[in-house]
Every structure is written in structure tokens, then in C-alpha cells.
């Protein structure tokens, strides 16, 4: 790969795509764990259809020799398992990059592929030339952007390879994954003891698997030559290091904070999450799956009346169903957690792809006025620090929080060092001390609005919980000074929540001296920060969207970009509305499709270079 | 100290109308839980919205008011999350077989133990009068503008289909019998449902209590036996159905009350228990706080790079 724009082998990316349900996810995992075995810093982002088998899905697994948080348009190699993968990812491999593919579907015209849909057969063919062109047309095009297509019969590999161990057929079928990753590595020389490790980690429940996947990946090597620049190598030991996605991260930071209950209606792609503790009943988390997203609240809600720390996670069309149930935990002032994991909206939308299209939607979901705190995370470990977070102010002001996350995070999957779990303190919340007899649970002799928590079934206590304005013990009131005085009760959490958090807590700040600042929220960071190396730029992380941290010092007399995944400019208004500032550049992007590096950077420079216009809008990916 | 009746009634003073069935269901409720010797701080009283959903602030136990049609969700987190709680779920017939009909079903299916009553009148009383969803088709109540136009559902063969474990029916005014069948609801283990027939008498002039007082009568008294045992043999348990379809559509002339069906079927906390360590010990609300740190670290450990 002597073309490649960067020091070579410092910073590597792997794609595989095929049809969904044919395994590739398994190839990226294999990929990813065999090269973070060796020490590399792996980051695997997935795209794929609302759809179970079939559609065409692809995985790009990033390594490099430190963290990184963020993808290329343009990969280093294109392991394509059908002949869609090939048309689909036209100029999406680097100069001087590999292309991997089956030789045996070249002639196949682009008509014969029955999963590509007419938006894209038209895009292709016309890039093709016309007409209903042959796939091989594609490898032209591939060869002239310098591109190197390597002809690797997969299926007919495995048949040999699989044959040469013993295995038939059938089986042989089985370890086309294992295949491809063992033939995608060899080319790049990497040795074949992480992969053999891995394989054997991987398939470890059943051995007979394990054996003939580690037996099929040996004769892979022992048939595919490495490429002459092949010279990938082990950089150093995993260490403690974990391998996880933001679903995973979520679920382990509200575990540290004590969560006890989740109740889940399935919804793409916040299901993750509760599946995953199901899964681990060592985790001690009661998960039940419910009829819909109505009960999956209101059942939250009862569980942390009874004083069960309680969460949920959903996505925008359940958390519509849920709006009226975050009021009533506003005003019953009830604990209550929900992870949201925005995907493209509106209404069904983007069910699998990623978007921030919720932000106004988790600010003021609900009628009426009642306090809430909304927070966002932007990485894995974002998400394990905010998960904890949102389950101890919950606990601590006794009201709801949003935890906005979205389905970049929660299907990325990213080596890092492991959380500092000692970091987290599950708060007690403000307990009561030897409540007795009728208990003025709503006091309004509380201190910042929070009057002290005794859970419904504590032994010689009572009073009542009602969704009406009520009065101290928890009975219906219509009095217009009680109604005042419990309004203004529980607004006063709000400024206590800010005051408890401190500024520190509510935005990052790098590079804040620069001239040209940008803006955003969530898990645009990763993408923003990369994008603007060496570029004179500083970056605004906020972290609270509600409460919103005081910024107009930090931005007087500097030139604002504010970068988000919507249309409208969710944040930007929101910015406006909190500041007084509305951005100078409004960068955004609703296609679905996770923002590249080159994109944003390309973004980024036009703004420098006095290039952008008021709006710019991303379009790469596919 | 010995409980008496009073220390399940609170300091409030009901607003319902005069003659409403509500009162008396209050009265069998504080009665059942009071015979059954229930510490009013261990029944957690859960209701939804309507004249029915003010039951709760008028017993002195706890009391949980919730939203239109969510009594069901709540009171089964409440159960859940602290099982040694004696749960009671209320709701009127808008609230529990409009609104919450999809509760309804998903409780059935899961089978916590808890106690649901129903607190049927026919009519959305708080709102003035609209037809429910047990209103029969063509009834027009002096509320409505014209005879209504949608069928009734039938609270007990819905909650037969949904699985419930115990199905009843009681009178509201007929408060000695309607506190046995409490008292049997919270007793039974499992998910319990009395349907009561509740007079409105300020919109429902069709069925008063004049109309319903010589047509109710006790299915027990004339010898029905509503257990279903697990060992049944399929021939007995088909023959114990039709007894309890009969049961459940009989409607005119004579309007059957008591228990229908009693089955066995292990509850959901039963169910959960076969696979979360401990549970019901290890409750979260009952549990002793502690051991997050573990937990969460038996997740990390999980997902290591390399062992």
C-alpha cells in the first residue's frame, strides 16, 4: 500500500460489507479483536437496513496507535463479500488502498442484484457510464483511483480450506467469515496467532467450532500470499483493555449507580441496552420486557416509588409514548432515567441509522412545566460516566433525566482502557430520617426543592402520590397558594442541580483561545475533534443541554460553527435561546450516515478560509 | 398494637356523589384488608384516573394515583421492586378496559400477585357521562346524546383470554360479599380480578341500583366450584370453561357474582426468580445497598480484550 496518504500502518481501516444476516458482523468482530490483541486501538462502526436477511450491511474496523473516535470516507482495504458491496462503495477505498474481491461475479450486470434499490442502481449506473453495466465496470473504475483489486475466490477458499481439515460442504459454508478476516490479514501479513487467539476466545462455548475455524484460518495463510507492502505487525499487549459499544458502556455506568430496574418495549436501536443485562443476570438487574412503551415507563416509575433505582432506554417513537409518563414523574417527583437513543426521525424515519433529531423534543417532551435535567454523551466512555451520573441526579433531585445517546454510539464499538468503576458513588439520595406515621412526603421545607425520600412500603409511614397537584402528604389540591407553592418548590431543583453539578461538569473546552469556535453536543466530538488537527479552531463540548451551562463569556467576540446531526439546527437554536448567539456557520447532516473526518474537515476549512456560507450540509456515506 | 378498621381510613372525607357505588367498595376494601390483619404501611393502594382513582386517598394505607389507563404498570413496578408488599390495583372501566386495555392483557400474560379491581358503571362519570367500554351496544344512559354504538367487552372473558389466574365479580353494594372476594383476591397467589358492578347514579339511569338488587345472586351459594388445580386432567379443565363462559356472559334476568376461575399458574416473581440470584431476597428496593461496584465490574471483566 505504498500510495497511502499517511504514514503507512499507523492508522488502518477495514471494511467488509455483504448481506445482512450472511455473518459480516462477526467478520468485524474477529478483525477488530485480532489486531486489539496486538495492541492496536480498534474502533468498528456498523451500518446496516432495517432488515433481517439480505440487505446490504458493512463494517469498517479502525486500529490505530492510539484512540480514535471517528471514521474516514476512504478505507485502506475493501473486503466485498457480494458483488453489491463492490458497486456500493464506489471511490470509498484510498489511492494505492485494496480492494478484495470475488472474481467469480464480475460479469454479473448491475440488474441481477436484487437488493439494490432503484435510487442506487440509478447513482451507480450513471457513474458506471449508462446503461445496466457489468459489476467488472466497477473494477475499471477502482484501478483508475489507483486502487488495487485483489481476485479472491472466498467461497471456492473456504471449500478448499474447510476441505483440507476434513469438513464438508455444508460446514465449509460456516467459516466463510472466518475466511475472509484470515485472507484479509494474511494479505496484510499480520501474524496469525492473534487471529488463531481470537477464534479460539470467540467460539470458546463450543470447541469444536473453535477448532475448525483455527484449523480453516491456517490454511487460509498457507494459501494467500502476503502483499508486498503487507506488514502489519503486533504493536504491544491489550493489557485490561475492553472492547465495547455505547449500549454496553450505558448499562455498566448505571449498575455502578445502583440500577435495580428496567422495564423495555424492543425498539431499534435502544434494545441493545436492556438485552444486554438480560443476558447478565450477575449484573442484578431486574429486566422485564412489557407490552409497550406506556408501561414500560409507568412501571420504571412505580419500581423507584418503591425505592428501586430505576431506568429505561428507548427511541424516539417510544419516547413520544412516554411523554405523558416524564410529567408524571415531574410532578410526583420520582427518580427516573431514560437513555434515548435518537435514530432519524420523523416518525419511523431512519430506524437503523443515526441521527440527533430529538434534542427539542427531550427538553420539553411533556405538558406542563416541571424540571427535568437533559445531559448527552459522546463516546463510550461518556456514556458509562453520564449513565452514572443521570442514575445519581435522578436520585439525588428526584426528578427525570434524559440520557441522550444515538446509534452511532450505541453500534460503534471501540477498544478502551477499562472504566474507573471506584469512580462512581451511588448518591443515597435525601432520605428521610425515622419517618413515622402520615409522612409529608412533598414537604415544602425542602431544601433546594428536595424534600426527603422515604419509598412507598416503609414500615409505620403512609401518604399518597397522586398525578394531580396535591399538597404535602400527596392529596389532591386545587388551592391557588398550595398550586404556587409546590410549582416553585420543585422549579428550585433546577438551580440546585446546576449548583451541585458546577460549571466544570456541564461543557469541555478545547483550544479555547482560538478565534473560531465550534459547537456541538453528543457524539459529534469525536468526528469535530479529529477533523480540526492542526487547524486554528477551538471545540465546545455541552454536556447539559438542560440545565444549560453559562457560555456568553466564553464565546463574546468569537466566531461560532456549530455542527449537529439535523436539519433544522436543533442546538443552534437552542444555543440562541440560552445565549443570545446565533452561529455564524451552521454545519449539519440528516442523511443517516455518521460524519466523515474528511467532510467535516473539508467544512471546517472552507469556514477558516472564508469559503462557507451561513449553512453547509454533509452528504458522504452510504 | 392491634389494628382496628378505623386505622385503614383516612382523614379525608370522600367527594364522590350521594349513592355511589364507590362507597361502598372503599368499605369492602378497608374491610378486607383490616380481616386479613394487613399493616396499612405494607398494602400499597394503586389507582388510575376518574372517580374510582380517588379511592386511594381515602384509605390510610399508601396510596398511589396515577395516570388514565397506567394503574396496571405502576402497581406491578411497585410489586416487582418490593414483593413483600400486599398490592392493589384499581381502575374504572374507561381506565382499565379503554384506555389500559393493553395493561390488561400484558399483566394477564404475566401473572405478578397482585389484586385488580375493577369498578364497572358503564359510563366515564368524571367527564359526565360518556359511554365506556362495557356499555352495551344500543344502551343510551340519559348522557348521551344517542344510543351508543359500540359493543361491550367483556371484563371477565378478557381477562380469561388474557390469563388471569383469578376472575370474580362483585356488587358494590352488596359490601360483605364484595370483602370476601377482596380478601380471596389478595389472598390468591397470582393476578386477581374482580369486576365490580358499581351503580353511577347520576349518569347511569339504566342499571341502578334498583335494577341490579333482585337480579345479582352468589354463584358459590348455588355450589360453583372455581378452582383449576394444575393436575386437572384436559377434559376436566375444558368442562370447568364452559362452566365459567356460562358464568361470564350470563347477563339479564339473573347477573351472577363470586368467584368464576381459580387457577394455579406460578406468579411472575416466581418466574423472575428462576433467574435473577435471589430474587424475591434481592429485591432492588429491598435489597441492602452495596455490591454496585462488583456488579458492574462482572460486566467489564466480560468484555476483556484478551483474559
Redesign the interface.
Known amino acids: 500500500m505504498g500510495g497511502m496518504e499517511r504514514p503507512k500502518l499507523d492508522d488502518f481501516t477495514w471494511r467488509v460489507g455483504g448481506p445482512q444476516g450472511g455473518g459480516i458482523e462477526t467478520a468485524a468482530t474477529l478483525f477488530a479483536?485480532a489486531l486489539?490483541?496486538g495492541g492496536w486501538w480498534v474502533s468498528a462502526r456498523r451500518e446496516y437496513h432495517s432488515n433481517i436477511m439480505g440487505r446490504h450491511s458493512y463494517l469498517d474496523v479502525r486500529a490505530a496507535r492510539r484512540p480514535t473516535r471517528a471514521f474516514f470516507e476512504r478505507v485502506d482495504l475493501l473486503a466485498a463479500l457480494d458483488a453489491e458491496t463492490l458497486v456500493r462503495h464506489l471511490d470509498e477505498v484510498k489511492p494505492g488502498g485494496v480492494l478484495v474481491y470475488d472474481p467469480g461475479a464480475a460479469r454479473t450486470p448491475l440488474s441481477k442484484l436484487a437488493m439494490l434499490d432503484g435510487a442506487a442502481y440509478g447513482r451507480i449506473s450513471a457513474a458506471l457510464g449508462g446503461g445496466d453495466p457489468p459489476v467488472e465496470k466497477a473494477l475499471a473504475r477502482y484501478r483508475d483511483a489507483g486502487v488495487r483489486p485483489v481476485p479472491l475466490a472466498l467461497t471456492p477458499l473456504a471449500r478448499e480450506a474447510a476441505g483440507a481439515v476434513g469438513a464438508d460442504a455444508l460446514t465449509a459454508r460456516k467459516t466463510l467469515n472466518t475466511v475472509a478476516v484470515a485472507a484479509s490479514l494474511a494479505l496484510l501479513g499480520y501474524p496469525l496467532e492473534f487471529l488463531d487467539?481470537t477464534l479460539a476466545?470467540q467460539f470458546a462455548a463450543k470447541p469444536g467450532v473453535a477448532e475448525l475455524n483455527r484449523k480453516v484460518a491456517a490454511e487460509v495463510y498457507r494459501r494467500v500470499e502476503p502483499l508486498e507492502d503487507g506488514k502489519l505487525e503486533p504493536i504491544g499487549?491489550?493489557g485490561?483493555?475492553?472492547?465495547?459499544n455505547g449500549s454496553?458502556a450505558s448499562?455498566?455506568?448505571k449498575?455502578?449507580?445502583?440500577l435495580?430496574?428496567m422495564?423495555y418495549y424492543p425498539i431499534t436501536p435502544a434494545t441493545d441496552e436492556p438485552f444486554y443485562l438480560e443476558a447478565?443476570?450477575?449484573?442484578?438487574?431486574?429486566v422485564?420486557q412489557?407490552?409497550?412503551e406506556?408501561?414500560?415507563?409507568?412501571?420504571?416509575?412505580?419500581?423507584?416509588?418503591?425505592?428501586?433505582?430505576?431506568a429505561l432506554t428507548t427511541s424516539g417513537p417510544g419516547f413520544a409514548l412516554m411523554a405523558?409518563?416524564l410529567g408524571?414523574a415531574g410532578i410526583t417527583e420520582t427518580p427516573l432515567v431514560v437513555s434515548l437513543y435518537q435514530r432519524g426521525g420523523p416518525s419511523t424515519g431512519l430506524p437503523t441509522r443515526t441521527e440527533q433529531g430529538d434534542l427539542r423534543f427531550a427538553l420539553g417532551a411533556g405538558h406542563g412545566d416541571y424540571p427535568r435535567a437533559v445531559l448527552a454523551s459522546a463516546s463510550v466512555e461518556d456514556a458509562f460516566t453520564d449513565a452514572a451520573l443521570a442514575m445519581n441526579l435522578a436520585a439525588r433531585f428526584q426528578l427525570p433525566v434524559v440520557h441522550l445517546m444515538d446509534k452511532y454510539l450505541a453500534s460503534t464499538t471501540r477498544?478502551v482502557e477499562?472504566?474507573d468503576?471506584?469512580s462512581?458513588e451511588?448518591d443515597?439520595g435525601v432520605v428521610a430520617e425515622a419517618p413515622e406515621g402520615?409522612f409529608p412526603r412533598f414537604s415544602l421545607a425542602a431544601e433546594g426543592g428536595v424534600s426527603p425520600f422515604a419509598?412507598?412500603?416503609?414500615?409505620?409511614?403512609?401518604?399518597?402520590?397522586?398525578?394531580?397537584e396535591h399538597d404535602e402528604v400527596?392529596?389532591?389540591t386545587e388551592d391557588p397558594e398550595l398550586r404556587e407553592a409546590m410549582m416553585e418548590k420543585r422549579a428550585a431543583k433546577l438551580a440546585a442541580l446546576r449548583e451541585w453539578l458546577g460549571p466544570g461538569a456541564m461543557y469541555r473546552v478545547q483550544n479555547p483561545e482560538a478565534g473560531t469556535l465550534v459547537l456541538g453536543w453528543g457524539s459529534t466530538e469525536g468526528v469535530a475533534l479529529e477533523a480540526m488537527e492542526g487547524l486554528d479552531l477551538g471545540y465546545v463540548q455541552v454536556r447539559f443541554l438542560l440545565p444549560f451551562p453559562d457560555l456568553e463569556t466564553l464565546l463574546e467576540g468569537r466566531r461560532l460553527v456549530v455542527l449537529e446531526y439535523n436539519q433544522s439546527g436543533q442546538f443552534a437554536r437552542l444555543l440562541a435561546q440560552e445565549t443570545g448567539r446565533r452561529p455564524d456557520h451552521l454545519i449539519v447532516k440528516y442523511n443517516g450516515r455518521p460524519m466523515t473526518i474528511e467532510e467535516v474537515r473539508a467544512a471546517f476549512e472552507a469556514v477558516l478560509n472564508g469559503e462557507a456560507g451561513a449553512h453547509t450540509v454533509l452528504r458522504a456515506g452510504v | 398494637m392491634e389494628l382496628k378498621l378505623a386505622d385503614y381510613k383516612s382523614d379525608?372525607a370522600p367527594d364522590w356523589c350521594p349513592g355511589c357505588g364507590d362507597y361502598g367498595i372503599l368499605s369492602a376494601l378497608q374491610t378486607a384488608l383490616f380481616k386479613l390483619g394487613i399493616?396499612?404501611?405494607?398494602a400499597?393502594m394503586?389507582s388510575g384516573?376518574g372517580c374510582s382513582a380517588?379511592t386511594?386517598?381515602y384509605a390510610?394505607?399508601?396510596?398511589?394515583?396515577?395516570?388514565h389507563?397506567?394503574p396496571?404498570?405502576?402497581?406491578?413496578?411497585?410489586?416487582?421492586?418490593?414483593p413483600?408488599?400486599t398490592v392493589v390495583a384499581m381502575a374504572g372501566d374507561g381506565d382499565g378496559m379503554g384506555i389500559g386495555a393493553?395493561?390488561f392483557?400484558?399483566a394477564g400474560r404475566r401473572n405478578p400477585d397482585l389484586l385488580y379491581l375493577i369498578f364497572n358503571n358503564e359510563v366515564y362519570g368524571m367527564t359526565k357521562g360518556q359511554a365506556s367500554p362495557t356499555l352495551e351496544l344500543g344502551a343510551q344512559p340519559k348522557s348521551l346524546a344517542r344510543p351508543n354504538l359500540q359493543s361491550k367487552v367483556n371484563p371477565l372473558m378478557l381477562a380469561f383470554a388474557a390469563g388471569f389466574t383469578f376472575i370474580a365479580r362483585g356488587y358494590a353494594y352488596d359490601v360483605k360479599n364484595l370483602a370476601r372476594l377482596i380478601q380471596q383476591g389478595i389472598e390468591h397467589k397470582g393476578l386477581a380480578m374482580i369486576d365490580v358492578l358499581q351503580p353511577c347514579p347520576t349518569y347511569n339511569n339504566l342499571h341502578t341500583r334498583e335494577w341490579f338488587a333482585p337480579r345479582v345472586y352468589d354463584v358459590g351459594a348455588e355450589g360453583h366450584d372455581p378452582r383449576v388445580p394444575r393436575e386437572m386432567s384436559d377434559a376436566e379443565r375444558a368442562e370447568r370453561m364452559a362452566r365459567f363462559t356460562a358464568l361470564a356472559i350470563e347477563w339479564g334476568e339473573r347477573i351472577p357474582t363470586g368467584v368464576f376461575w381459580q387457577a394455579e399458574l406460578p406468579s411472575f416473581e416466581e418466574r423472575?426468580g428462576a433467574?435473577?440470584?435471589g430474587?424475591p431476597e434481592?429485591?432492588?428496593?429491598?435489597?441492602r445497598?452495596g455490591?454496585?461496584?462488583e456488579?458492574?465490574?462482572?460486566?467489564?471483566r466480560?468484555?476483556?480484550?484478551?483474559?
Open positions: 479483536q486489539a490483541r487467539a476466545a499487549t491489550p485490561g483493555r475492553v472492547y465495547l454496553h448499562a455498566m455506568g449498575v455502578a449507580a445502583g435495580g430496574f422495564s447478565h443476570p450477575e449484573a442484578g438487574v431486574l422485564v412489557v407490552e409497550d406506556l408501561a414500560a415507563v409507568n412501571m420504571a416509575i412505580g419500581a423507584s416509588m418503591a425505592g428501586a433505582r430505576a405523558e409518563a408524571f477498544v477499562p472504566f468503576i471506584d462512581v451511588p443515597p402520615v419509598p412507598v412500603g416503609t414500615p409505620g409511614v403512609g401518604y399518597w402520590i397522586t398525578s394531580d400527596g392529596h389532591i | 379525608l399493616e396499612p404501611s405494607n400499597v394503586v384516573i380517588k386511594v386517598h390510610a394505607t399508601y396510596g398511589v394515583h396515577t395516570l389507563g397506567r396496571l404498570p405502576v402497581a406491578q413496578g411497585v410489586k416487582l421492586a418490593n413483600e408488599l393493553g395493561h392483557v400484558g423472575l433467574f435473577l440470584p430474587y434481592t429485591a432492588p428496593a429491598t435489597r445497598a455490591g454496585e461496584a456488579r458492574a465490574r462482572a460486566l467489564m466480560g468484555l476483556r480484550v484478551a483474559e
